[in-house]
């Protein structure tokens, strides 16, 4: 991984002045890359800088950026497959372009007036399961004695998601149906999910990768991957309850997985990087071919916040219902690549491997309803005297994630927005 | 489904003269789709005419074939997204030109002067799981009990498969290395698998689909399938016994998959589509959004042979080591579409879904070792005087498929083969 360079410097400020303000998600430190549509244009690769977008297309025709040719396309999967000093190269070329003493150029576009898509061309979705919290809580609930299977401290546990249905920020998400069974029912119904969940995760999009029947080395792991984003893995718990075994979730989380469309560069990462949180006296080392760097962590916060019609019509922000660390998960970034590739699997740029939700100790730091309200067990309180258990029509779930750590500047991820229409 | 026309008449010859010899995979009536590659021309999609490939991209453009544009492509995918009637009208427009009275073409290309590709980018692959012997089978094994789940016989169990590493017929595959644990032992180990199998099964690649949020009667859902080809689902079952708890089934799979080349049309498969196997007395009905056509399956013979690096240097052919009908199939393809988009997920042209392994009822149609040679326990004896529990070194597996019945021409899927190199 490469070292902290001047971009990382906490007195840097753009001469786009809202990138300066105190809490933007979006100062120059950050540099998100992402694809934007306006109403006439085609999708257009650009990068966050406070409430603007610098328009990475017309940087490149009116010669202010001199490549590489990647930044003009439709997604960002080109420029995911460039080399990681290549995209590093990237970063300080547009750090130069933004900062407070450079030339101001014409080539914003307000954030507001555009829409995002997701930003890349994502050939497969993996899905992890990296908390050990969360996967101690739900495990709990159906094996009381034993909740994490023998192999979840020796490898990370994943299983293949479906591309086709993740979605961008924004877009509505319709209440699923399918086969339910009610215990020592005689038949399973079809019918709407009334255990309707979201899972906060974070997303990493992948870089170069590898060509089938080569393994990747967890030392360079890091290399292969280009950033990160915020990843709602809805979920239907009553679908999933029956139809999980032998083969895992399917239609319980394919109906939709809403993004964040901001793909914050591990570049901009850098200064985050921590240890995990220390494992267990009696936790095994990690097999050789897992044992990664010792800050191989990263220290995102994540947020999850709830919004009723309710909240809603009278006027009240959405509440925030839990904040978790991913220095709480229990394998890094590089452990899920290099265990992904382990078996020669080819990864290619644009998959996104998604960390399983991120839960911490604390019950409010827990990830998912399932595990915040019991399994519906305990309802949470809202702010409007209601109370949910899993999410009704017309709720919204906005997760938001951010860096913070004493003498760098805050980065934040956006936010991944998503609300439950009817069936 | 649109009914049988003159391209299935048995009388139909081609002037093709290869494609009229008796047990030809590829007669006139068959005329599967695939994209092949000679050394100096860019991928083209061509049609399988006896030993011949008919070249579509000449076809269209010395304008003996009058669209539609998709056949231009490098993959099928825009083909595919056509709708089922403009698909059925390529068929007539080129059955028409290879027919024996119509006028010779010199847009052919020997199949054994070029390379295939697989046929379309997948987007998603999806495998299910829809033999009920097979799945008895595995089950009793773990759980000797209640081999099937309580879920089994209400719904096409199914799982996310890798999309990357799906190769086609001929390209050989590396034994994958992994953790494995063996019982009671106090870690488990990684390195190469010992218990390395195949899975006989048939693919789907779907057509047009549907947009998010929308499902797929079962009525129409036979619209969607473009057409069949062969998959080998390459298992590491050493791997797959410690990973697959609870999210499923990943590395043991997602090291390779092969497919074969030609997308045997729904189109050609018209007249042995048939009624599946009766279900037993005391198997419920399906749920009515499942209720399909009584003639939802098709009448496939599914193949495997093997041979050893043994029997390869003293001549001896491959040995059949079993047969099996997808009639014998739990659930059909219509079934497994509707099933898949019954939770609002969208299906898009080139989406490949898998049948999960075809087995019957008797031993000798078990399409894996974990079946054929009872996880181990009973090797199949091979006509070198060898013996196999699992796949070694230098094996190949080859998988053939054919659709045979009185008063039709005889339709084959070609082969799918596959051979284990090293780790």
Redesign the interface.
């Known amino acids: 991984m490469s070292a902290l360079d001047w971009t990382h410097d906490p007195a840097l400020r753009s001469w786009v002045e809202s990138a300066n303000a105190a809490g933007s998600d979006f100062p120059i430190q950050n540099l998100p890359l992402g694809v934007f549509r306006s109403r006439t244009a085609r999708p257009t690769i650009g990068v966050a800088i406070g409430d603007q977008i610098l328009d990475l297309r017309a940087c490149i025709e009116a010669r202010d950026l001199h490549g590489p040719e990647a930044c003009r396309g439709e997604t960002l999967n080109a420029l995911m497959a460039l080399p990681a000093g290549e995209r590093r190269a990237l970063r300080l070329a547009i750090a130069a372009l933004l900062r407070a003493d450079a030339r101001r150029l014409e080539w914003l576009v307000p954030q507001s007036a555009v829409e995002m898509d997701v930003p890349a061309r994502i ?2 979705y993996t899905d992890f ?1 990296a908390s050990v919290h969360h996967a101690t809580r739900v ?1 709990r609930r159906l094996r009381p004695e034993s909740p994490l ?3 979840y401290k ?2 990370p ?9 993740i ?1 961008v920020s924004g877009t509505p998400v ?1 209440r ?4 339910t ?1 009610a215990d020592g029912a005689p ?2 119904l ?1 019918g709407p999910s009334r255990r309707l969940d979201y899972e906060a995760e974070i997303g990493f999009f992948l870089g170069p990768g590898g060509p ?2 080569a ?1 990747i080395p967890v030392g360079s792991a890091d290399a292969h991957i280009v950033g990160a984003c915020l990843v709602n893995d809805w979920s ?1 718990r009553d ?1 999933q309850k ?11 989380k ?3 997985t809403t993004i964040s469309p901001w793909v914050v560069t591990m570049e901009a990462l850098l200064p985050f990087r921590a240890p995990l949180s220390p494992r267990g006296p009696d936790d ?1 080392a990690p ?3 897992l044992a990664g760097a010792p800050d191989g962590g990263l220290g995102i916060t994540v947020e999850v916040y709830l919004e009723t019609p309710a909240m809603r019509d009278r006027g009240m922000p959405p509440v925030r219902v839990s904040t978790a660390s991913f220095l709480d998960m229990y394998w890094t970034p590089a452990q899920m690549v290099t ?2 590739a ?7 740029p644009g ?1 996104l491997l998604a960390s399983g939700t991120v839960s911490g100790p604390a019950e409010e730091s827990a990830g998912c309803l399932l595990e915040r309200a019991s399994a519906g067990e305990e309802p949470i309180a809202l702010p409007s005297g209601e109370r949910r258990a899993f999410l009704e029509d017309g709720d919204t779930v906005v997760m938001r994630a951010f860096c913070a750590r004493e003498g760098f500047t805050r980065i934040g991820f956006g936010e991944c927005r998503g609300s439950v229409v009817g069936p």
């Open positions: 050939g497969d399961y495990g299977f023998p192999n020796w490898l546990v994943a299983y293949h998601g479906r591309a086709s249905s979605v319709r699923p149906s399918g086969q069974h038949a399973p079809f089938l029947g393994s239907a679908l029956w139809e999980y075994q032998p083969l895992g979730p399917f239609l319980a394919s109906f939709a095994p097999l050789p071919y265990h992904h382990s078996n020669g699997c080819n990864l290619r998959d």
